[in-house]
């Protein structure tokens, strides 16, 4: 059976992502990155879920301590405050420096182990906060630098279905394939109640409310409702 890698947050994209990847045939390899980041426990927590709906046997769950090191991000750095007042312009300070290059050169590894097709991740370049590495054409050099650097008999497909969708639409497509959204985070700071106000939270509402669903997560504040 065809295999694929699929990196999986906690988040409904990267779950939607997954379960797209079984809808086309592939048996699943799923991983997790815990780098420091404020919602680390919530996110390993979700992705554990997400492992479990989808009856997924291989599992990696990958400590990335030097993130922390590192810093420059709001996401892992505490002294730099996540921005709640709307999505902004250009590239926020919630972005981790080459994050998802490094996530595909990690899974790469794995794919390599387990003689996998493809790799699935959930990128949305369209309707993001602005990441450089959420783009696909980054996504697509990736994948040639890839199979130049692994061995001859390795080829990789980088799989990113949901690059071009809107979050409206990756709310009706989870809907329309069964993915527990309940089971998903996606607020930058908080693993409680998420607080509704960071831009995370803000696209994920924003999707339920084109959707004309509610969200199934609770939070501290709800600027679509």
Not at 54 to 79: C, H, M, V
Not at 87 to 108: D, H, K
Not at 184 to 206: F, H, I, M, P, V
Request: glycine share 8%; with cysteine; proline share 3%.
């Amino acid at each position: 059976m065809k295999r694929a890698v699929c990196i999986i947050s906690g988040g409904m994209d990267s779950a939607l992502s997954a379960k797209i990847a079984q809808k086309e045939g592939y048996e699943l390899i799923g991983i997790h990155f815990n780098y420091g980041q404020r919602t680390e426990q919530k996110e390993l927590e979700c992705y554990r879920k997400i492992v479990q709906n989808l009856e997924i046997k291989e599992s990696y769950e990958i400590p990335l301590n030097f993130f922390k090191q590192i810093g420059a991000t709001a996401l892992i750095d505490r002294d730099i405050d996540i921005p709640t007042g709307g999505i902004e312009e250009g590239i926020p300070v919630t972005y981790v420096p080459f994050r998802n290059g490094i996530f595909l050169s990690i899974a790469t590894a794995i794919a390599e182990k387990h003689g996998a097709e493809a790799l699935y991740i959930g990128v949305v370049e369209e309707d993001s906060s602005g990441y450089p590495d959420c783009r696909e054409g980054y996504i697509s050099a990736m994948e040639s630098a890839i199979n130049l650097g692994t061995k001859d008999e390795t080829k990789v497909a980088i799989k990113m279905p949901l690059v071009h969708l809107k979050k409206g639409e990756i709310v009706q497509k989870s809907l329309a394939l069964g993915v527990r959204l309940k089971d998903t985070w996606s607020c930058y700071q908080n693993e409680e109640l998420a607080c509704g106000l960071c831009d995370s939270c803000r696209l994920r509402l924003k999707g339920f409310f084109d959707a004309n669903i509610s969200d199934p997560i609770d939070y501290v504040s709800n600027i679509q409702g």
